[in-house]
């Protein structure tokens, strides 16, 4: 697997995104970005990447509620890699599973196809989705993620002690029913999945693992169950 995991796209653009994206696509021919906007109700930036990646790769979007599962495939199947942004996780996971897009989208990920996400989209990535602090505004009974690794991801982790304790009683809650380790991620954190290794790049993330101490992670080392 190649997975670039971010809780936001960058500072005000998404240069953490092109940044991650361009190894896969700088010298081929004609290469195609799966852009997949599904976590958000109206997406007004698929303008913004579109001219984002000019001069790097197509962007073909991938519509679950207005394209045909065999529409959708066949672009996955001629891309490059696939790009899933932020917005409401619940709605992202609600609408894969009703397009039966997940099932597609975890063979190919799972077989190597390169995955840059951010926010809702690396939450997805998780066992499941009950990590995210979105409301489950359509009201979805599908919970289970791309489960593309063992950990579950909380993103933008707080930056203040006080918000961080509050957010951390909360995850607690988590690992009465769970047993899988947590990933927290602050703003400014991308963790990367190469096969069955997981690093933090760059930025701040820690790790929760039930009944035990979170532990701050340290950029560059191999993170463990």
Known sequence: ??????????????????DASRPYLEGKDEPVVAYLPAASLGDT??????????????????????MTLPEMEAILRN??????????????????????LIDYLRKKVLAGLPLVAFSAGTVLCGPNILT????????????????????????????????RLSKDDWLFDYH?????PILLLADDGYIQVEGKKTRLVQGEAWIMRKGREKQKLTVGEPITI
Request: aromatic residues 14%.
């Open 1 to 18: 697997m190649n997975l670039h995991l971010f809780s936001t796209p960058g500072r005000d653009d998404i240069r953490y995104i092109l």
């Open 45 to 66: 930036y698929q303008e913004y990447t579109a001219k984002a990646f000019l001069g790097l790769a197509r962007v073909e979007t991938l519509n679950p509620e207005l």
């Open 79 to 100: 891309a490059e890699l696939v790009y899933i942004p932020g917005g409401n996780t619940f709605l992202l996971n609600h609408r894969l599973h009703i397009s039966k």
């Open 132 to 163: 995210s602090k979105d409301m489950n505004m359509v009201g979805t009974p599908h919970f289970s993620g791309l489960n593309a690794t063992p950990f579950n991801f909380s993103v933008h982790y707080p930056d203040d002690e006080v918000s």
């Open 176 to 180: 009465v029913f769970y047993n899988n």
